[in-house]
């Protein structure tokens, strides 16, 4: 499982753009909000937004969104759902640079 969550945030670091995630969320909610084993996938929607998505031949689904940091700079946002439509991890990457 593991080795298919890098898997998910390396196809989708190597993507060049993602959606925003939305002003009324805030990055201190993120772990409020989306919870591992109980998030599903039509909240996230509901919450979050469409966003840039990878699906896999096992059905899993990789997301991902953009937080903004100000000054510019952004954190990505990496959310793992299984075929069933639940959300399993959960990662946050460096903060970086709009290009």
């Given at each position: 499982m593991t080795r298919l969550f890098a898997l998910c945030a390396a196809v989708?670091?190597?993507?060049?753009?993602?959606?925003?995630?939305?002003?009324?969320?805030a990055r201190?909610?993120?772990?409020a909000r989306v919870v591992p084993g109980q998030t599903?996938?039509?909240?996230?929607?509901?919450?979050?937004?469409?966003?840039?998505?990878?699906?896999?031949?096992?059905?899993?689904?990789?997301?991902?969104?953009e937080i903004?940091?100000?000054a510019g700079r952004y954190t990505e946002f990496v959310i793992?759902?299984?075929?069933?439509?639940?959300v399993r991890k959960t990662r946050r990457g460096p903060t970086s640079t709009v290009q």
């Open positions: 989708l670091l190597a993507g060049c753009a993602s959606a925003p995630l939305p002003g009324s969320v201190e909610d993120l772990a599903t996938k039509p909240e996230l929607l509901a919450t979050l937004g469409k966003t840039r998505t990878v699906v896999f031949d096992s059905r899993f689904e990789a997301w991902l969104y903004p940091a100000g793992l759902l299984d075929p069933q439509g639940v």
